[in-house]
Nanobody, 129 residues
Framework: QVQLVESGGGLVQAGGSLRLSCVIS??????????IGWFRQVPGKEREGVSY????????VYADSVKDRFTISRDYAKNTTYLQMDSLKPEDTGVYYC????????????????????WGQGTQVTVSS
């Protein structure tokens, strides 16, 4: 099955930007039937869906909390998904995970985490005030 590795996390001041990457490997044929989601989690809280992209057409969905600040994209040739995070706020702090879901077609809503099949190890994002 596919494997995912996130990178790009770090410490940034409020108002700053970061770009997270999620490299997808062990792709047997194509990612066209996959969705890639980004989630975040802080200790003591449930994992929160942040964004979603349907690989084939590039349909995207965002959580209200990040809409107009975060942008998800994909690089077809590199099998990589990016999460561009601008105007960061302290409440954006958390461990960010990418996940792959086979057949998770776009519905206009963020799929829950239990519908994703494979997860990366996560990357820490800390936004200082």
């Amino acid at each position: 099955q596919v494997q995912l590795v996130e990178s790009g996390g770090g410490l940034v001041q409020a108002g700053g930007s970061l770009r997270l990457s999620c490299v997808i490997s062990e792709v047997r044929f194509t990612l066209d039937n996959y969705a890639i989601g980004w989630f975040r989690q802080v200790p003591g809280k449930e994992r929160e869906g942040v964004s979603y992209i349907w690989w084939r057409r590039g349909d995207t969905v965002y959580a209200d909390s990040v809409k107009d600040r975060f942008t998800i994209s994909r690089d077809y040739a590199k099998n990589t998904t990016y999460l561009q995070m601008d105007s960061l706020k302290p409440e954006d702090t958390g461990v960010y995970y990418c996940a792959a879901g086979l057949g998770l077609r776009p519905t206009g809503h963020l799929p829950p985490d239990n519908l994703y099949d494979v997860w990366g190890q996560g990357t820490q994002v800390t936004v200082s005030s």
